[in-house]
Nanobody, 119 residues
Framework: QVQLVESGGGLVQAGGSLRLSCAASGLRFSRCDMGWFRQAPGKEREFVAAITWSGGGTNYADSVKGRITISRDNAKDTVYLQMNSLKPEDTAVYYC????????????WGQGTQVTVSS
């Protein structure tokens, strides 16, 4: 059974930092591209960042470039999202997602972790 468990969310003031973690189990993590998505109240889920199975490639939404970094540790089956210079508009539930590198869509999703940025 595939499980993606996010942690590290919370309440932070604008300008602060948080590091989210997503621990994976039940899949071959080192063969999976990983992504982070977020959904704010009343809005659709949106892409935040992604990293290839090897860690050699990353991609970011324009809204977070320069402030957020995605990384992974294949020895720990964990992907991270380091978020700096947080803004109130970053407030959302953040979801971790996985897909095997040879597939086109994210097949596996975590339950989400809440990030709230106060002004």
């Amino acid at each position: 059974q595939v499980q993606l468990v996010e942690s590290g969310g919370g309440l932070v003031q604008a300008g602060g930092s948080l590091r989210l973690s997503c621990a994976a189990s039940g899949l071959r993590f080192s063969r999976c591209d990983m992504g982070w998505f977020r959904q704010a109240p009343g809005k659709e889920r949106e892409f935040v960042a992604a990293i290839t199975w090897s860690g050699g490639g990353t991609n970011y939404a324009d809204s977070v470039k320069g402030r957020i970094t995605i990384s992974r540790d294949n020895a720990k089956d964990t992907v991270y999202l380091q978020m700096n210079s947080l803004k109130p508009e970053d407030t959302a539930v953040y979801y971790c997602a996985a897909r095997y590198y040879y597939t086109s869509g994210y097949n596996y999703w975590g339950q989400g972790t809440q990030v709230t940025v106060s002004s």
